[in-house]
């Protein structure tokens, strides 16, 4: 005879999982901390998160060994910004501790005020802050317009995965769209080996399945290709051909948020992009 364990069991034992692999890829200095020459633990410490949480480090590390407690939604929302979690990991968090978000609309802390400042101090170059699943975390007011108008969508739509197979202005927007599209998703499958068991992920994968039959087939292709920099060639609605030059900077682990830029390859692009940022509202 089998037993299935019981629900609260199998949470526990995910949020364990989940806290560990966050802790695991944040470095000290992306927090503030030093790393000090004896450091064998990938990432945080415990007692680091539980540092920056205002928590109890036996509280904490309890929580990682799944053991039966009590989670109030205050310290979550703590753990939450001690991680640096998006705003579909934090929303994860929650889900996986049985707690209701106090408050679900909280800018990513992965997105800190400086970084915010980088993004506008960088118009007219398009730039916006990624995470490796593709969702689009911040973004400057020349971005927001560069591709389609950002600020028009629900927060769950800014994914650039999910944009490219699914939105006309979009794919309008791409000159060789399908040479893009196939590239995009190539990464994606890269990116998701890390994250194949992780709800966010198999949730968009799954949403993507059913929206785009495009994206079907090129999915059943299995290609693998990994990130890199490369030109871009857009026919913006507002100024017409951009010829950019796109790069990615990471602002820690490879597997976490990165910088994106647009940077023009030519005077005239560089002149439309100052005209287009002098079209676009304020940033996200």
């Known amino acids: 005879m089998t037993t299935t364990a019981p629900e609260s069991d199998l949470r526990r034992h995910e949020l364990a999982d989940f806290l560990r692999s966050r802790r695991e890829r944040i470095t000290p200095e992306q927090v503030g901390l030093a790393r ?33 407690i009590q989670v109030s939604p205050q310290v979550l929302d703590a753990l939450a910004r001690a991680l640096l979690l998006d705003s579909t990991e934090r929303a ?12 679900p609309n909280t800018r990513c802390a992965s997105v800190t005020p400086a970084l915010r400042a980088m993004l506008d101090q960088l118009d007219p170059i398009p730039a916006c802050v990624q995470n490796s699943r593709y969702d689009i975390l911040a973004y400057n007011s020349t971005y927001g317009r ?6 028009r969508l629900p927060r769950e739509d800014r ?49 993507l399945d059913a929206a785009s039959p495009e994206f079907r087939e090129i999915w059943a292709r299995h290609e693998v290709v990994g990130l890199g920099s490369n030109k871009k060639y857009i026919r913006n609605a507002h100024v017409g051909l951009l010829r950019l030059e796109h790069t990615s900077l990471w602002l820690g682990p490879a597997a ?23 079209l676009s509202p304020v940033a996200a």
């Open 36 to 68: 000090g020459r004896r450091r064998r633990t990938p990432g945080l410490r415990r007692e680091e998160v539980a540092q920056l949480s205002a928590v109890g480090v036996t509280w904490y590390t309890w929580l990682e060994h799944a053991r039966e």
């Open 92 to 103: 994860h968090l929650f889900a996986l501790a049985g707690s209701t978000d106090p408050a």
């Open 146 to 151: 560069l591709l389609c108008d950002l600020d």
């Open 159 to 207: 994914n650039c995965l999910w944009l490219a197979f699914t939105n006309a202005d979009w794919r309008a927007s791409l000159a060789d769209m399908p040479d893009v599209n196939r590239l995009l998703a190539a990464k994606f499958r890269a990116s998701m080996a890390g994250h194949l068991a992780e709800p966010a992920w198999k949730a968009l994968l799954a949403r």
């Open 256 to 278: 976490g948020p990165r910088l994106t830029t647009f940077v023009p390859l030519d005077e005239e692009t560089r002149l439309r992009l100052e005209e287009l940022h002098s």
